[in-house]
């Protein structure tokens, strides 16, 4: 149980495009998802917190309106990126949890590597 | 954003060895987690912790959580090719998971 699903699973993309990335959990109701970015041979990083029908957290220095996230259902979130140039090309990681209170393990979608040209 | 360390950065080893591999921080988590990430995928949850000096076994995999609350060390008996990967610590704050720099394991046949 506990499975976590992306798509697409990579895509690329011209420069000043959008492009959207789902975050689905397959088999739980997700009340917390999470959105990462990771680039080549780094650590990941959280982007931002979303909790379903609420706006999402962003960390200090991810910019809202280029990344936008929505997380309209408990089984579904989405990210954005919006207007997309080359530095933007990473592998985006999101996370679900769906406990209430506690220690709400996360667990991992498979990725999306997004190319920017 | 703050990030654990983690050391070695890599490691080499033969099919059979032991591993160690340790991650430190300057400030205190009352939860730590041990996650492999295996190339083009998402992190797997290995073993977590959840109290100053626990140690706790999954498999072949031993973990500790370090009696300071700063630090955390895996250890891999008997490695086999299936172990190559990343593995990432991650300390738990206010449920959101701060990552360690990665010790990336290459196991030779």
């Known amino acids: 149980g506990a499975v976590v699903s992306q798509h697409p699973s990579r895509v690329i993309c011209k420069s000043g495009t959008s492009v959207k990335i789902e975050c689905r959990s397959l088999d739980f109701q997700a009340t917390t998802m999470f959105w990462y970015r990771q680039f080549p041979k780094k650590s990941l990083m959280l982007m931002a917190t979303s909790n379903e029908g609420s706006k999402a957290t962003y960390e200090q220095g991810v910019e809202k309106d280029k990344f936008l996230i929505n997380h309209a259902s408990l089984t579904l979130s989405t990210l954005t990126v919006t207007s997309a140039h080359p530095e933007d090309s990473s592998f985006y990681i999101c996370?679900?949890?769906?406990?209430?209170?506690?220690?709400?393990?996360?667990?991992f979608g498979p990725g999306t590597r997004l190319t920017v040209l | 954003g703050q990030q654990l360390n983690q050391s070695p950065q890599s490691m080499f080893i033969q099919e059979g060895e032991d591993v160690s591999m340790n991650c430190t921080s300057s400030?205190?988590?009352?939860?730590w987690l041990w996650y492999k990430q295996d190339p083009g995928e998402g992190p797997v949850l290995l073993i977590a912790l959840y109290k100053a000096g626990e140690l706790t076994s999954n498999g072949r995999l031993t973990a500790q959580f370090g009696i300071t609350r700063k630090d955390s060390f895996l250890n891999i008996s008997a490695s086999i090719p299936s172990d190559v990967g990343i593995y990432f610590c991650?300390?738990?704050?206010?449920?959101?998971?701060?990552f360690g720099t990665g010790t990336r394991l290459q196991v030779f046949p």
């Open positions: 400030s205190i988590f009352n939860t």
């Open positions: 996370s679900a949890s769906g406990l209430a209170g506690g220690y709400n393990e996360q667990f």
């Open positions: 991650a300390g738990l704050r206010a449920d959101k998971l701060i």
